[in-house]
């Protein structure tokens, strides 16, 4: 089954500590992105990822890393996190200009 | 910035209605795509239509492209109460050589039965 898995689905957290959500996809797709969801302010991009050791900011990548070391997989890194960044963050990867396939959350408190 | 801003950005209707969401981008785009979200789960991919088109359709749904005025509209016909949900417009940019794919603010529908 075609899909892109992301964990923990739920996750709290103390300012400060070091996290990483993970993300996996099966279809062989070159791009993946990161995106945090807030109310009232849509899908905001954190990172892109156009292809293996290709990477770029979107438009909200402060405080956030990634790394894209093989094809199926796109880590996003809180190296050290506030309270500002709990959010509802979705992996997406697609191929092309075709549709994009998100996993299903992760729901990210920070405290 | 967002590229994609739709409006309204709530709407409830009855069971039966039609509705209408529309999005406005600001720059050229390849595709626009509009994308549905029942609450707080993944976003799933509803339609693409080309910047060289101008209307599609797909079952109850029917989108429409103005290149000119950089904006889409999403229309839901005979709407059903299993269509609540938040809808999103998606634009894919190539500007610079960078590749852009930027999601709006959403709508939030909301179909009464």
């Known amino acids: 089954e075609a899909q892109v898995t992301q964990n923990p689905r739920y996750l709290i957290t103390v300012t400060g500590k070091k996290l990483t959500v993970t993300c996996s996809q099966n279809?062989?797709?070159?791009?993946m992105s990161w995106y945090r969801q807030d109310p009232g302010l849509g899908l905001r991009q954190i990172y892109y990822?156009?292809?293996?050791?290709?990477?770029d900011k979107g438009d909200v990548p402060e405080g956030y890393k990634v790394s894209r070391k093989e094809k199926r997989n796109f880590p996003l890194i809180l190296e050290s996190p506030s309270p500002n960044q709990t959010s509802l963050y979705f992996c997406a990867s697609k191929v092309g200009d075709g549709e994009a396939f998100f996993g299903q959350g992760t729901r990210l408190t920070v405290v | 910035s967002q590229q994609g801003e739709e409006d309204p950005q709530a709407l409830s209707i009855q069971e039966g209605e039609n509705a209408t969401m529309n999005c406005s981008y600001k720059t050229s785009i390849n595709n626009l795509q509009w994308y549905r979200q029942n609450s707080g789960r993944g976003l799933v991919h509803l339609i693409l239509i080309r910047s060289n088109e101008r209307e599609k359709h797909s079952g109850r749904l029917r989108v429409t492209l103005d290149t000119s005025k950089k904006s889409s509209s999403l229309l839901i016909t005979a709407s059903r109460a299993a269509d609540t949900a938040s809808y999103f417009c998606a634009t894919a940019t190539t500007t610079s050589g960078t590749y852009k794919y930027i999601f709006g603010t959403g709508t939030r529908l909301k179909v009464l039965a």
């Open positions: 990822s156009m292809n293996v050791e290709v990477t």
């Open positions: 279809m062989n797709h070159e791009y």
